[in-house]
């Protein structure tokens, strides 16, 4: 298991389109913005979600 340390730090449900909305708290603490592209990544059984600088 990774070393560093695990922080809820907001909670969404799956609409029925499959959407979701990012909490308050993440798009602030991570700087997104309307237009951003987010990355799925699997590793292992994780769902990471990550900000692409890549587009």
């Known amino acids: 298991m990774d070393d560093a340390k695990r922080e809820v730090l907001g909670l969404s449900k799956i609409t029925y389109k499959f959407q979701i909305t990012i909490p308050k708290r993440v798009r602030e603490e991570f700087g997104l913005k309307e ?21």
């Open 35 to 55: 237009g951003d592209a987010i990355v799925f990544i699997k590793e292992g059984n994780k769902l990471i979600l990550v900000k692409s600088t890549e587009v």
